[in-house]
């Protein structure tokens, strides 16, 4: 198994989290005046593939060892699930404020 990533991997990881997150930004515009839960998601998993594109072109910058580039995937998975927490806590509580 290899343990080390090609900057060629590396790139390629760069531009498919970027397409990722160009995807997502649309559809979480694409309803922009009144959001649903699915839009709201849409917008946090825009800003995770985004994150993740960076931390993929760092990198390969800094010339990152595959350990190093795994780290730091985890910490911006870990803040992205902390992100979706929040935004569907607080989802939750505007639909129950505004039921009343």
């Not at 760069?14 to 995807?23: D, E, H």
Request: with cysteine.
């Amino acid at each position: 198994m290899q343990s080390e990533l090609s900057v060629r991997q590396k790139w390629f990881q760069v531009w498919a989290w970027a397409l990722l997150s160009a995807g997502a930004i649309y559809f979480a515009i694409a309803r922009w005046p009144h959001p649903t839960t699915k839009d709201i998601f849409c917008g946090a998993g825009a800003i995770y593939f985004s994150l993740m594109a960076v931390v993929a072109e760092i990198s390969i910058r800094n010339d990152w060892s595959k350990e190093q580039h795994d780290r730091a995937g985890r910490i911006v998975a870990l803040g992205a699930a902390l992100l979706f927490a929040a935004l569907w806590v607080l989802n939750t509580m505007g639909h129950h404020l505004a039921s009343r």
